[in-house]
Each structure stands twice: as C-alpha cells, then as structure tokens.
C-alpha cells in the first residue's frame, strides 16, 4: 500500500541522506609554485591547513621523480562540509553525471 510507504519514508531516519566528510583534492603534478598556489586556494576555502601528498614513483613521461610533492588535499567534516558542498555543487548546476556514483552511496565531481 502506498500510503505505508509515505508513512514510512518520513519517519525512517536510515533514508536520509548525512554527509561525513567531504575530501578536496588537487593534483598539480608538480611541486613549486603552482602547487604553493593550490594550497593557499584550498586554506581560503576550507578554513585549515592542507596536506601534501607525494608522487609514489617516478614517471618520467609525466616528469615527476618519486617522493616529489605533486598535490594536495584537505579532508572536511561537519556544517562547514555541507556549506562547501552546497557551493561545489552550484557551480555544477546542481547536475551530476550518473557515472560519479558508488554502489555504496559515495560520489564524486570535479570543477575545473
């Protein structure tokens, strides 16, 4: 009957839909000055300190050498990560491909 199945999606709190951490990333592909630069646009946006990742190996068609700081990323939780997500998702128009969800409820997008 489909008025259970109303009743039921109001009162069952599994349905809705929480945000537990919202990870940025952004790959430069190279350390210096363009990656100092992503690191600044990442602390004006998220408020905290970004993280650097390394290149695992070198590749040389890529011109990265190993242990090289080629990106960076930050990890946020909380109201601050809704209110980031809310913003990403307006310069996306609100539209997500289909492709850019897991089976398991996850998603990701890019901007660029």
């Keep these: 009957p489909p008025s259970i199945m109303a009743q039921e999606t109001k009162t069952n709190r599994m349905r809705d ?8 990333n952004i790959c430069v592909g190279e350390s210096g000055d363009r990656l100092t630069r992503a690191a600044k646009v990442l602390e004006s ?3 905290q300190q970004p993280v650097f990742s390394k290149a695992r190996y070198t590749v040389r068609s890529f011109g990265i050498r190993r242990n090289e700081k080629i990106s960076v ?3 946020v939780r909380g109201p601050k990560a809704e209110e980031i997500l809310d913003r990403g998702l307006k310069v996306r128009e609100y539209e997500l491909p289909k492709e ?3 089976s398991m409820g996850n998603f990701g997008f890019g901007i660029q």
């Excluded at 839909?17 to 940025?24: D, P, S, V, W």
């Design 17 to 24: 839909i929480r945000i537990q951490k919202l990870c940025l």
């Design 45 to 47: 946006l998220t408020g």
């Design 73 to 75: 990323h930050c990890t």
């Design 100 to 102: 850019g969800f897991s």
